[in-house]
């Protein structure tokens, strides 16, 4: 098999991801990895597209490496499944927003109160709305540095629970 590895000391199946440093206590972290693909090498049985690069999930916690994905967001994906199990159930938040310091720190203040205690000090994953173009797994952009997975807008969100938060400051009745 022809590859390309920027970092001949490693083996050539899967470059390392910058994105996940090690874990000190040896707890699994998700990363994802990267391989050139040349057009000579055969597309493995989990890969849907004949593209140039190859990505696969990356645990610098365990060595765990997951299977090849045509898709980044594929491997993101399985990167959390294995450090993350459950990831998938947890809420899902509005975009993080870009630009002011009280802003987002009053989301990333909403994420902690909604996901499990500890879950973003061990880097896992949040759950992000998003829409059109922006949908790439960002690493490093949850509040603990660990993945923001996007999750597609559906055209009608959901009616929220009116048990679940009555309304404040809301007059009774409209002539009342």
Do not use: I
């Not at 991801?17 to 493995?44: I, K, L, N």
Request: aromatic residues 10%.
């Amino acid at each position: 098999m022809t590859t390309l590895s920027l970092t001949p000391d490693l083996p050539p199946d899967v470059l390392p991801s910058p994105d996940t440093p090690p874990a000190p206590d040896g707890t699994c972290r998700a990363g994802v990895g990267w391989q050139y693909r040349p057009d000579d090498v055969p597309m493995e049985p989990t890969e849907d597209e004949p593209f140039h690069l190859r990505y696969r999930s990356r645990c610098s916690g365990c060595g765990h490496t997951g299977p090849a994905r045509s898709r980044e967001n594929r491997a993101a994906e399985d990167a959390c499944d294995h450090a993350y199990p459950g990831w998938r159930d947890m809420p899902v938040m509005e975009y993080r927003p870009y630009e002011g310091k009280k802003a987002r720190a009053r989301w990333e203040a909403a994420a902690r109160a909604v996901y499990p205690e500890g879950w973003f000090e061990r880097g896992g994953p949040v759950r992000e709305y998003r829409t059109g173009c922006g949908m790439r797994h960002v690493p490093k952009y949850a509040p603990g540095g660990g993945y923001c997975m996007a999750v597609a807008r559906p055209k009608r969100m959901p009616a929220p629970d009116p048990a679940a938060a009555p309304a404040r400051g809301v007059q009774e009745s409209l002539f009342g």
